[in-house]
Protein backbone atom coordinates (compact mmCIF):
# COMPACT_ATOMS: atom_id res chain seq x y z
CA UNK A 1 0.00 0.00 0.00
CA UNK A 2 1.21 3.34 -0.91
CA UNK A 3 1.77 5.37 2.51
CA UNK A 4 -0.02 8.27 3.87
CA UNK A 5 2.27 10.23 6.18
CA UNK A 6 0.30 12.15 8.98
CA UNK A 7 1.24 14.85 11.22
CA UNK A 8 1.74 15.81 14.49
CA UNK A 9 1.15 12.58 16.23
CA UNK A 10 -0.32 14.55 19.17
CA UNK A 11 -1.73 17.90 19.66
CA UNK A 12 -2.96 20.29 22.47
CA UNK A 13 -4.79 23.44 21.51
CA UNK A 14 -6.73 25.73 24.10
CA UNK A 15 -10.73 26.26 23.61
CA UNK A 16 -11.27 28.36 21.07
CA UNK A 17 -8.18 27.94 18.89
CA UNK A 18 -7.47 26.64 15.54
CA UNK A 19 -6.29 22.73 15.50
CA UNK A 20 -4.59 21.84 12.23
CA UNK A 21 -3.15 18.20 10.98
CA UNK A 22 -1.46 17.57 7.89
CA UNK A 23 -1.13 14.91 5.72
CA UNK A 24 0.98 14.12 2.65
CA UNK A 25 0.74 11.17 0.29
CA UNK A 26 3.07 9.56 -2.09
CA UNK A 27 0.12 8.29 -5.18
CA UNK A 28 -1.03 10.98 -7.31
CA UNK A 29 -3.95 7.90 -8.40
CA UNK A 30 -5.22 8.72 -5.43
CA UNK A 31 -8.71 11.08 -5.85
CA UNK A 32 -10.75 10.46 -2.56
CA UNK A 33 -9.22 11.92 1.15
CA UNK A 34 -11.41 11.57 3.39
CA UNK A 35 -10.74 12.47 7.20
CA UNK A 36 -11.81 9.96 9.95
CA UNK A 37 -12.64 11.21 13.66
CA UNK A 38 -12.42 8.34 16.76
CA UNK A 39 -13.40 8.42 20.38
CA UNK A 40 -12.28 6.19 22.74
CA UNK A 41 -14.05 2.80 22.98
CA UNK A 42 -15.30 3.82 19.37
CA UNK A 43 -14.44 2.84 15.96
CA UNK A 44 -13.67 5.54 13.71
CA UNK A 45 -16.60 7.70 12.11
CA UNK A 46 -16.17 9.86 8.98
CA UNK A 47 -15.97 13.92 9.26
CA UNK A 48 -15.46 15.19 6.02
CA UNK A 49 -14.07 14.35 2.29
CA UNK A 50 -12.50 15.95 -0.19
CA UNK A 51 -11.52 15.31 -3.88
CA UNK A 52 -8.68 17.02 -5.85
CA UNK A 53 -11.17 18.71 -8.15
CA UNK A 54 -11.60 21.65 -5.71
CA UNK A 55 -8.94 22.90 -2.98
CA UNK A 56 -11.42 23.38 0.19
CA UNK A 57 -13.99 21.86 1.64
CA UNK A 58 -15.87 23.22 4.58
CA UNK A 59 -18.91 21.76 6.56
CA UNK A 60 -18.97 24.02 9.87
CA UNK A 61 -16.24 24.38 12.22
CA UNK A 62 -14.19 21.67 10.08
CA UNK A 63 -12.20 22.31 6.78
CA UNK A 64 -10.19 19.87 4.56
CA UNK A 65 -7.12 22.07 2.58
CA UNK A 66 -6.06 20.24 -0.32
CA UNK A 67 -2.62 21.07 -2.43
CA UNK A 68 -2.28 18.64 -5.53
CA UNK A 69 0.81 20.18 -6.83
CA UNK A 70 2.39 19.31 -3.38
CA UNK A 71 0.22 15.96 -2.31
CA UNK A 72 -1.39 17.39 0.74
CA UNK A 73 -4.03 17.94 2.36
CA UNK A 74 -5.13 19.43 5.81
CA UNK A 75 -7.50 19.13 8.20
CA UNK A 76 -8.89 22.88 10.07
CA UNK A 77 -10.56 22.47 13.11
CA UNK A 78 -11.55 26.39 14.18
CA UNK A 79 -12.81 27.38 17.20
CA UNK A 80 -11.75 24.17 18.85
CA UNK A 81 -14.09 22.59 21.88
CA UNK A 82 -13.16 19.80 24.36
CA UNK A 83 -15.97 17.74 22.41
CA UNK A 84 -13.72 17.88 19.72
CA UNK A 85 -10.66 15.92 21.59
CA UNK A 86 -10.41 12.70 19.77
CA UNK A 87 -8.13 10.61 17.35
CA UNK A 88 -8.21 11.51 13.88
CA UNK A 89 -6.97 9.84 10.91
CA UNK A 90 -6.27 11.14 7.33
CA UNK A 91 -6.67 8.59 4.53
CA UNK A 92 -6.52 8.15 0.64
CA UNK A 93 -8.10 6.20 -1.78
CA UNK A 94 -7.69 5.73 -5.63
CA UNK A 95 -11.30 5.33 -7.66
CA UNK A 96 -13.53 2.41 -7.51
CA UNK A 97 -13.57 0.02 -5.23
CA UNK A 98 -10.16 0.66 -3.56
CA UNK A 99 -9.50 0.84 -0.49
CA UNK A 100 -8.63 3.53 1.82
CA UNK A 101 -5.21 3.42 3.14
CA UNK A 102 -5.04 5.81 6.74
CA UNK A 103 -2.34 7.76 8.45
CA UNK A 104 -1.11 6.99 11.84
CA UNK A 105 -3.71 9.15 13.40
CA UNK A 106 -3.77 12.33 15.75
CA UNK A 107 -4.63 12.23 19.22
CA UNK A 108 -6.20 15.88 19.86
CA UNK A 109 -6.88 17.06 22.96
CA UNK A 110 -8.72 20.36 23.13
CA UNK A 111 -7.76 21.85 26.94
CA UNK A 112 -11.15 23.52 28.72
CA UNK B 1 -29.78 0.97 11.69
CA UNK B 2 -27.62 -0.35 14.27
CA UNK B 3 -24.97 -0.12 12.70
CA UNK B 4 -21.50 -2.62 12.23
CA UNK B 5 -21.95 -4.98 15.05
CA UNK B 6 -18.63 -6.98 16.58
CA UNK B 7 -18.61 -9.35 19.17
CA UNK B 8 -17.64 -9.63 22.12
CA UNK B 9 -16.48 -6.24 22.71
CA UNK B 10 -13.04 -7.22 24.91
CA UNK B 11 -11.52 -10.77 25.24
CA UNK B 12 -9.03 -11.69 27.12
CA UNK B 13 -7.16 -15.20 26.32
CA UNK B 14 -3.79 -17.32 26.90
CA UNK B 15 -1.03 -17.46 24.36
CA UNK B 16 -1.86 -20.45 22.25
CA UNK B 17 -5.66 -20.04 22.61
CA UNK B 18 -8.36 -20.24 19.74
CA UNK B 19 -9.64 -16.51 19.23
CA UNK B 20 -12.72 -16.08 16.85
CA UNK B 21 -14.06 -12.21 16.69
CA UNK B 22 -17.54 -11.68 14.80
CA UNK B 23 -19.03 -8.91 13.06
CA UNK B 24 -22.20 -8.34 11.47
CA UNK B 25 -22.18 -5.71 8.55
CA UNK B 26 -24.80 -3.06 7.81
CA UNK B 27 -27.47 -4.91 5.70
CA UNK B 28 -27.39 -3.51 2.23
CA UNK B 29 -23.55 -3.35 2.26
CA UNK B 30 -21.49 -5.22 0.32
CA UNK B 31 -18.15 -4.28 1.41
CA UNK B 32 -16.67 -5.61 4.34
CA UNK B 33 -13.26 -4.61 5.97
CA UNK B 34 -11.03 -5.99 9.07
CA UNK B 35 -8.72 -3.50 10.52
CA UNK B 36 -6.28 -3.70 13.32
CA UNK B 37 -5.24 -0.68 15.20
CA UNK B 38 -1.94 -0.64 17.85
CA UNK B 39 -0.73 2.64 18.95
CA UNK B 40 2.59 1.68 16.81
CA UNK B 41 1.00 0.78 13.00
CA UNK B 42 -1.94 2.94 13.78
CA UNK B 43 -5.30 0.91 11.62
CA UNK B 44 -3.82 -1.99 9.21
CA UNK B 45 -5.92 -3.45 6.94
CA UNK B 46 -6.04 -7.02 7.13
CA UNK B 47 -8.21 -8.07 4.58
CA UNK B 48 -11.71 -7.76 3.01
CA UNK B 49 -14.36 -9.07 1.48
CA UNK B 50 -16.72 -7.48 -1.76
CA UNK B 51 -19.74 -9.76 -2.12
CA UNK B 52 -19.00 -12.18 0.92
CA UNK B 53 -15.88 -12.96 -1.84
CA UNK B 54 -12.12 -12.57 0.07
CA UNK B 55 -10.48 -9.74 -2.49
CA UNK B 56 -7.22 -8.98 -0.42
CA UNK B 57 -5.52 -10.67 2.20
CA UNK B 58 -2.27 -9.18 2.09
CA UNK B 59 -2.79 -7.57 5.15
CA UNK B 60 -2.95 -10.74 7.25
CA UNK B 61 -0.22 -11.44 9.39
CA UNK B 62 0.48 -15.24 8.91
CA UNK B 63 -1.23 -18.48 8.69
CA UNK B 64 -2.13 -17.85 12.11
CA UNK B 65 -5.03 -15.56 10.53
CA UNK B 66 -8.37 -16.92 9.08
CA UNK B 67 -11.12 -14.58 8.00
CA UNK B 68 -14.57 -15.82 6.48
CA UNK B 69 -17.64 -14.56 5.12
CA UNK B 70 -20.07 -17.18 4.78
CA UNK B 71 -22.92 -14.83 3.80
CA UNK B 72 -23.44 -11.20 3.61
CA UNK B 73 -24.68 -10.25 6.92
CA UNK B 74 -21.54 -12.48 9.27
CA UNK B 75 -18.04 -12.63 9.38
CA UNK B 76 -15.40 -13.74 10.98
CA UNK B 77 -11.99 -13.53 12.41
CA UNK B 78 -10.04 -16.53 13.98
CA UNK B 79 -6.87 -16.08 15.48
CA UNK B 80 -4.97 -19.55 16.05
CA UNK B 81 -2.75 -20.25 17.97
CA UNK B 82 -3.00 -16.59 19.67
CA UNK B 83 0.18 -14.75 20.62
CA UNK B 84 1.05 -11.89 23.20
CA UNK B 85 1.85 -9.66 19.62
CA UNK B 86 -1.73 -10.19 18.59
CA UNK B 87 -2.96 -8.16 21.14
CA UNK B 88 -4.85 -5.26 19.71
CA UNK B 89 -8.23 -3.33 18.53
CA UNK B 90 -9.80 -5.35 15.82
CA UNK B 91 -12.67 -3.00 13.62
CA UNK B 92 -14.69 -4.89 11.41
CA UNK B 93 -16.32 -2.18 8.72
CA UNK B 94 -18.87 -2.17 6.15
CA UNK B 95 -19.83 -0.31 3.19
CA UNK B 96 -21.82 0.04 0.18
CA UNK B 97 -20.21 -0.31 -2.94
CA UNK B 98 -22.05 1.82 -5.99
CA UNK B 99 -20.66 3.27 -8.99
CA UNK B 100 -17.21 4.55 -9.25
CA UNK B 101 -17.88 6.66 -6.52
CA UNK B 102 -15.98 6.00 -3.10
CA UNK B 103 -18.93 5.43 -0.16
CA UNK B 104 -18.97 5.97 3.47
CA UNK B 105 -16.92 3.44 5.34
CA UNK B 106 -19.16 2.46 8.72
CA UNK B 107 -16.91 1.14 11.60
CA UNK B 108 -18.17 -1.14 14.32
CA UNK B 109 -16.80 -0.17 18.19
CA UNK B 110 -14.17 -3.16 17.77
CA UNK B 111 -12.82 -5.72 19.79
CA UNK B 112 -10.58 -5.09 22.71
CA UNK B 113 -8.13 -8.13 22.70
CA UNK B 114 -5.43 -8.88 25.13
CA UNK B 115 -3.26 -12.20 24.55
CA UNK B 116 -1.47 -12.92 28.13
Known amino acids: QQQVKQSPQSLIVQKGGISIINCAYE??????FPWYQQFPGKGPALLIAIRPDVSEKKEGRFTISFNKSAKQFSLHIMDSQPGDSATYFC???????????FGKGTMLLVSP | DAGVIQSPRHEVTEMGQEVTLRCKPISGHNSLFWYRQTMMRGLELLIYFNNNVPIDDSGMPEDRFSAKMPNASFSTLKIQPSEPRDSAVYFC??????????????FGSGTQLSVL
Open chain 2, 93 to 106: ASRKISGSTNEKLF
Open chain 1, 91 to 101: AASKGGYSTLT
Open chain 1, 27 to 32: NTAFDY
